[in-house]
């Protein structure tokens, strides 16, 4: 059985470079080579043990590649041609699909979600795409791979974010951190013609990289108290929509307490133990706030508009790109992620 080079978890602390067989293609999947790939905070987790998948995964769930196979039933594509495929995989025919909700396909919390979770994902030479119909998308011509490589994920997900809030032209908004996913969050917030968009983390170069992305006034959290600093900012008011991007019961808190009577909360992190709502923050319940959550929107259809977005040039985030590796190399590529090491954001593997 001929072999493939994939980054696999054996145990929690351990992502290792092994060998796999490259997968059998059945009857509606694509195989794609993959020829660039990335490492998202979610496989940190994974890595930690913090975020359980079976020993043996392949991991990954951002592929950029070439359609290599294609099942008997998959038709209108073509071998050879470039595609990406999103982080979330639906199926695109069962009750949550057809009901707008893919990322939850299945009927289950985050069913979508496929990739390096419940099978093999695209951290490796080659990945199987399952329901290709419903998740292949074509790289227009003159896109490199880095220019679309945050669509699968940190892209459709910060901007799900922007979306999910339904921040409105004019609208002021506050996102609490600058990571990749809150970078994206402060860029689809401009798309969606917020104008004033206040954007809260500790690091200065995340913070310059928030003002390339559209943030109008970054806050260093370490210099100056945020809550204050945006209710001053707002003359008291609160911003119309604050974007929760870390995960943490004190970033979630922070999001009410300068949101506006009526405001939306839109979350994004990955929140682990217990969230707490404190009662002042949200007027004891009557402040007509609204909470929603957002798991990265899939498929192809979501996938063409966001190549679409960069295609015409309304937003630029190749910059994101500040590490690459070779595949052999990605053991060091995980050390490099985890500790956040060098001022790294996202870092482009190549098989
Ligand atoms: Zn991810
Ligand atoms: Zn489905």
Redesign the pocket.
Not at 90 to 94: F, K, L, T
């Given at each position: 059985m001929p072999t493939m080079k994939a980054a696999v978890f054996v145990e929690p602390g351990k992502i290792v470079l092994d060998q796999k067989p490259i997968p059998q293609v059945g009857p509606g999947d694509a195989l794609i080579k993959v020829t660039t790939t990335t490492i998202c905070g979610t496989d940190v987790h994974i890595l930690k043990g913090e975020y359980p998948v079976a020993p043996g995964r392949i991991v990954g769930h951002e592929p950029v590649g070439v359609i290599e196979a294609l099942g008997p039933a998959v038709t209108s594509y073509v071998v050879g041609q470039r595609v990406i495929a999103g982080a979330i995989t639906?199926?695109?025919?069962?009750h949550?699909?057809l009901d707008g909700h893919?990322a939850q396909?299945?009927g289950k919390p985050i069913g979508?979600w496929r990739f390096g979770n419940t099978i093999d994902g695209c951290q490796a030479e080659y990945v199987l795409v399952p329901n290709a119909m419903a998740n292949l998308a074509p790289v227009p011509d003159g896109l490199s791979d880095e220019q679309v490589l945050m669509c699968p994920d940190i892209m459709s997900t910060g901007f799900g974010g922007a979306e999910s809030g339904g921040i409105k032209i004019g609208d002021s908004v506050a996102v609490f951190a600058q990571g990749p996913i809150g970078l994206c969050a402060t860029a689809g917030a401009k798309l969606k013609g917020a104008t004033r968009i206040i954007v809260v983390d500790g690091l200065p170069e995340r913070l310059e990289m928030a003002r390339r992305l559209g943030a109008d006034v970054p806050i260093d959290f370490r210099k100056a108290d945020p809550i204050a600093e945006i209710m001053r900012l707002t003359e008291g008011r609160g911003v119309d929509v604050a974007i929760e991007a870390l995960g943490t019961q004190q970033t979630f808190e922070s999001c009410l307490r300068v949101l506006k009577a009526g405001g939306v909360l839109s979350s994004l992190g990955v929140y682990s133990g217990k969230l707490s709502l404190p009662l002042d923050a949200i007027a004891a319940g009557l402040g007509d706030h609204k909470i929603v959550t957002t798991l990265c929107p899939g498929g192809k259809e979501r996938m063409r508009r966001l190549m679409n977005v960069v295609a015409a040039g309304r937003v630029d985030l190749k910059p994101l790109v500040t590490h690459r590796f070779k595949l052999d190399q990605i053991e060091q590529a995980y050390d490099l992620f985890a500790h956040q090491r060098d001022g790294v954001l996202k870092i482009a593997i190549t098989p």
């Open positions: 639906p199926c695109g025919q069962c949550a699909c893919q396909c299945g979508g």
